[in-house]
């Protein structure tokens, strides 16, 4: 198994969460993004530098995930498109993607992006708080706890 993160907007300690795992439990976890990133000095954790542009990231990451690989973005059309390949999904928050909730989370972005468009709700997501963290860093723990022991 293989961790990906889709590192362009991934706060700094869900960065720092996922080093000390791989670097614990000997995963390689590779952090795409389209600007420079700095990563331990580890033969398990490396970054890759897209070119800027539209959903290069994503396609990157699409083109990278394998079944069974873990895969931590915030973005749902991403999400979704992994969840076809069979890799799983985590959100920095802690939140797991699988094919039951994809649609529904799917729907329900889409409607908020039509409301922000329309002028209706306006603003992103909260600030990430210490209880995002911790949910984050107790999902990645059980999510590779179960797998590794199989």
């Known amino acids: 198994m293989h961790i990906y993160a889709d590192a362009d907007a991934l706060p ?5 969460i996922l080093f000390r795992a791989a670097l614990r439990l000997s995963l ?16 398990l954790i490396k970054a890759i530098r897209t070119d800027r542009g539209f959903d290069v990231v994503d ?3 699409v083109k990278l995930a394998e079944p069974g690989d873990l895969v931590i973005t915030a973005d749902i059309p991403l999400a979704a498109r ?18 039951d909730n994809i649609q529904g989370r799917l729907a329900m972005r889409n409607l ?3 409301l922000r468009s329309g002028g209706v709700v306006t603003g992103g997501p909260p600030p990430l708080r210490n209880r995002d963290k911790e949910a ?8 590779l706890t179960g797998r590794l022991n199989r």
């Not at 700094?12 to 720092?16: A, L, S, V």
Request: aromatic fraction near 8%.
């Open 59 to 61: 396609e990157a990451i």
């Open 28 to 43: 390689p976890l590779t952090l795409v993004a389209n600007k420079s990133l700095r990563v331990p000095d580890s033969p």
């Open 82 to 99: 992994l969840i076809e390949k069979d890799a799983h999904v985590i959100s920095p928050r802690g939140e797991t993607f699988d094919k």
């Open 12 to 16: 700094k300690p869900i960065k720092e």
């Open 112 to 114: 908020l992006y039509d």
């Open 136 to 143: 984050f860093a107790n999902r990645l723990d059980v999510f």
